[in-house]
Structure formats: structure tokens, C-alpha cells
């Protein structure tokens, strides 16, 4: 185990003094879908360091077989999701120097996923469901002319990383495990993308009411708190769809108009 | 370096790895919740002292007076700004959350596996949220109207301790239904395109102040209740109104 030395003159304003030569204990579950086992690991610190730091620094000195998945390192590619003390968040975007490293932080996979190896877990059911929802379809004889106004919503929704941490947090999925009636929040706001698109033509209401239940959502905003690119999921995507659901499918008066107006 | 061994356990209800105060926000929004729900029921339940002076509770407003309603008149009226909050999007997470333990907070167990959401009664009538919004417009009217009513202390114009809180409260409650989520899609949501800037200056304005719903939930909630409180107090000459014109 080697010991961090700092240079003065990097002094950082969480006090570099008081890393130099700490130890943070780290708690990061091992194991596969078949079970597996909390493990201790004692990782130097030095400044500016983040979880995925000192994992790797426990898969290149202590245990090479440990298995976690990353990729950028930057928050950009949604790799490394994992649950640091219990939050649903990314490795690489949580700082140690905001844990209180007297004590230990423990380091688990995603709870709402099967377990591959250690930190590594199967999400290819989120592709499953990403390959039910109607694509971009334009409208017939379109002439590809959008003002920003209306495309200012859509934009919000392109920021997702597909991290999954909301899927994670959903307690639909993560108590509840709904899965094959429930779509989760990173869909819905795919959905959204495309129902507010002011060039898209398709319509997804009803499989979004019966294929993807949206109705089981109960907007506790959970999803919105984890998410690490600050996507107002529950505001802004779930909350207008939910209300684009009740305009076709609970409005008594909005079906009337429509039986009237012969409208859709 | 592995220095001990602790077979993941499967979560009961609460159980949970986060180490911050996870159960503050469910107990603040409890207590809060049924302080005002108290409160509430209590000062409907009296029928009397609601008025004083040119100052109106707005547990109470419109005052409507039947002689087939052998009850508190404020039965007759808080039944839509209840529904209004009960199905308002924002209340949803808090009484979710703190009520229903459904859940208590993000990633910690609910240790319970019935679950259909808003998909079946009773919870499918949140849907409805709009028509309490349209109600809840119609006593915003009523509250304005009182609120002008304040400023005449028997044909004078003046200016009371109490038509500021009237003022103050109708102002919270209009922000609160102005910021309604139902409220955004009514007024350019639904739409795919903005036909002109308008319309969609309009949908952003509310779409700023929706940002800050809780904000105007709660203090749209407390100030309800501290209106009728100010009055009740008046009317039952516990303290007297300051005139400040």
C-alpha cells in the first residue's frame, strides 16, 4: 500500500493537509448473481480523487479480479453507475473529499439489475425496452424547418447519458419490480423527446398508458434527484406526458369534444 | 485486504445504505402536512368566527348561507382547494413519501410488494387534477374579492394589519395554481409547436414559476391557515388589527 504526498502548494480548499496520508476504508461488494460478500479495502487518498479513482486504485493493487464497468471518466458516458453509500449515483462523479472518509463508504452495483460480477451489472433489459418505442417518425412531406422555441424542450432530454441511475432508483422497478408492465423514467423521457418533437408525426399515447405504464409512476421524483445530468425527468418529460395521457385517456370532456369533432 | 465478510441482506421496510438524514424530509412533510390538516378540520368544524371587521377567513369565502346545510359553511367550499391539493403533483410526492411510505425516501426499502400506482381507484381520480384547477380559479376570484373588500373599513379606504395578510395569502395561492403543472399544459404543454412567441413567452413564464412549485405550496399552505387564524383571533377579540392607513 503506498502513501499519497501531496504537494503544498495544491492545497485544495477541503484542506489537502488533512488527506495527506489518509486512508479511506472502502466497502465494495463482491460476488455474481448468485450471491456474494461485502469486502474491505483500505485505499490512499489523494486530492481531487473520485470512487472510481480509488476502485481503480483497488483493481491495479489489491484485487485485480474486481469487475466495474467505466469508460470516460467525465460523467459523459454513463458507465459507471453504481450506489456509493446507498445513493444511486456515478463513480466518477462523486468526490471523495465530500464523504466524511473517517468512516467507511461502501460501494455496491445497482440494486434494480442482476448482478454480473462485483460492480458490473446486466441493463440490457433497458435496450429491450428502448427497441419497443416507436422511432422518429416525420410528418408526410415535411420540409425540415424547426424554430428553436420549439425545440427548446426536446433539447433538455438529448443530455441523458443513459446511466441508468433513474431505472436504478425507481422504486417501481427497484421494490416493486415491475418491469415487464413498466417502462421507467429514462423511457419516458425518450418518449417525451419524441412527443414533443414538432417534427414528429407518430403517436404514443396508448402504448404509453398500456405497454409502458406510465400510471404506475406515483411522482416522488426520484428519478430527478439522481440524475446526474440534472434532467428535470419528473417536471419536465414524466408530469406533461402523464398529462397528454389524461387529455386522450381520463378528460370526460375532452372525449366528448373529440366524439363531437370526429377529432383524434 | 479483505477483512471481513457480510452477505447482502434482503431489505425490510426502511432498510437502506444511505448514511444522511434520509427520514428528515418524510418527517418534516408529515409533521407539516398534519398540522395544517388539524388545523384545517378544526377551524371548519367551528362555523363561527370567521369574519371581522371587513376581513373574510378564506376557509370561508365565498360565505355561502343555506338554510338546507345544517353545517359548517366552509364544508361547502374547502372541498375544492382539498381536492386541488390532493391531486396537485407536488403534494402527490410529499404525502407519497411521507404518508405512504411509498416510498419513504429515494433508495430506501419500502419493504411492501402490492403495488398499482395511480393505475386503479382510488388513486386513478389524480387524473382529475385540471377540473380542481379550474375550481380552485373560480375561489381565487372570490379570495381577490375579498381582498379589495379589506380595504374598506366602513366607506373609508384604509389599510389593516389583516388586509395584508389577506393580500399576502391570495397572492401565494394564485402563484401556487399559477405554477400548477396542469396549469403549464393547458397553457402551451400540450402542444408539439408554438404558433407564435406569445404563446410560448407565456409557456415559459409559467414554466419558470412551475420550477418553484413546492416553494408556493408550502407557503401558499401556511399562509391559508395563518389568514384564518389572524381572523379567528379578531373575531374571538383575542388581539386587535393594527391599522397602518
Known amino acids: 500500500m ?34 456474494g460478500s461485502e469486502v474491505e479495502y483500505k485505499v490512499p487518498v489523494e486530492e481531487g480523487m473520485v470512487v472510481l479513482d480509488a476502485v481503480h486504485y483497488v483493481q491495479r493493487s489489491i484485487a485485480p479480479d474486481l469487475a466495474v464497468r467505466w469508460n470516460c471518466k467525465a460523467a459523459k458516458c454513463g458507465s459507471c453507475s453504481a450506489e456509493v453509500n446507498g445513493k444511486p449515483r456515478l463513480m466518477c462523479k462523486s468526490r471523495l473529499d465530500d464523504f466524511d472518509l473517517s468512516k467507511e463508504i461502501k460501494v455496491y452495483p445497482m440494486k434494480s439489475f442482476p448482478i454480473i460480477k462485483d460492480l ?20 408526410p412531406n415535411t420540409d425540415w424547418t424547426m424554430s428553436q ?36 423514467p429514462r423511457f419516458f423521457v425518450r418518449v417525451a423527446g419524441l412527443e414533443m418533437h414538432p417534427l414528429d408525426a407518430a ?46 385517456f381520463y378528460d370526460p370532456l375532452k372525449m366528448i369534444f373529440r366524439k363531437l369533432f370526429k377529432e383524434r | 485486504m479483505a477483512t471481513s465478510i457480510i452477505e447482502r441482506p434482503k431489505e425490510k421496510f426502511a432498510q437502506t445504505q444511505r448514511k444522511d438524514l434520509w427520514w428528515l424530509e418524510p418527517l418534516v ?30 376557509f370561508y369565502s365565498p360565505l355561502i348561507t343555506v338554510k338546507w346545510w345544517n353545517l359548517s359553511p366552509a364544508f361547502l367550499i374547502l372541498w375544492v382547494p382539498a381536492g386541488f ?7 402527490r410526492k410529499a404525502y407519497y413519501r411521507s404518508f405512504f411510505m411509498d416510498p419513504p425516501a429515494c433508495a430506501v426499502s419500502e419493504g411492501c410488494k402490492k403495488y398499482s400506482g395511480e393505475t386503479n381507484f382510488p388513486l386513478i381520480l389524480q387524473n382529475i387534477h385540471r377540473y380542481f384547477l379550474i375550481g380552485a380559479t373560480v375561489l381565487l376570484c ?21 388586509t395584508m ?43 419558470c414559476l412551475n420550477e418553484h412549485h413546492m416553494f408556493w405550496a408550502w407557503t401558499s399552505l401556511f399562509m391559508v391557515g395563518f389568514a384564518d387564524f389572524y381572523v379567528r383571533m379578531l373575531a374571538m377579540g383575542i388581539w386587535m388589527d393594527i391599522r397602518l392607513l
Open chain 2, 29 to 58: 412533510y408529515f409533521v407539516g402536512l398534519s398540522c395544517f390538516l388539524g388545523y384545517a378540520t378544526w377551524a371548519a368544524f367551528q362555523g363561527k368566527n370567521y369574519e371581522w371587521g371587513p376581513y373574510l377567513s378564506p
Open chain 1, 203 to 248: 403517436d404514443r399515447l396508448e402504448a404509453l398508458k398500456n405497454d409502458m405504464g406510465i400510471g404506475f409512476c406515483n411522482i416522488t421524483k426520484c428519478c430527478t434527484e439522481v440524475c446526474p445530468e440534472d434532467i428535470h425527468i419528473t417536471d419536465n418529460a414524466i408530469i406533461p406526458l402523464k398529462e397528454r395521457v389524461v387529455d386522450r
Open chain 2, 165 to 207: 395578510v389577506l393580500f399576502a395569502n391570495t397572492f401565494l395561492l394564485s402563484m401556487y395554481s399559477l405554477s400548477c403543472h396542469s396549469f403549464r399544459h393547458l397553457i402551451g404543454g400540450y402542444k408539439d409547436g408554438f404558433k407564435c412567441g406569445f404563446q410560448h413567452d407565456s409557456y415559459k413564464g409559467v414554466s
Open chain 2, 142 to 162: 372570490f379570495l381577490w374579492s375579498d381582498v379589495i373588500k379589506a380595504f374598506n373599513f366602513n366607506g373609508h379606504f384604509g389599510v389593516g394589519m389583516g
Open chain 1, 120 to 139: 458490473a451489472c446486466d441493463v440490457s433489459w433497458n435496450y429491450e425496452v428502448n427497441k419497443k418505442i416507436t422511432p422518429f417518425t416525420p410528418k
Open chain 2, 85 to 91: 391539493r390532493a391531486t396537485c403533483y407536488y403534494y
Open chain 1, 2 to 35: 503506498t502513501t499519497c504526498t501531496l504537494k503544498k502548494e495544491e492545497k485544495s480548499p477541503h484542506s489537502s493537509d488533512d488527506l495527506k496520508s489518509k486512508i479511506v476504508t472502502l466497502k465494495i461488494f463482491r460476488g455474481d448473481k448468485n450471491g
Open chain 1, 149 to 184: 422555441r420549439d425545440i427548446d424542450r426536446v433539447q433538455e432530454f438529448r443530455k441523458c447519458i443513459e446511466c441508468f441511475a433513474c431505472q436504478n432508483v425507481c422504486h417501481v422497478i427497484r421494490d416493486h419490480d415491475l418491469k415487464p408492465k413498466f417502462a421507467g
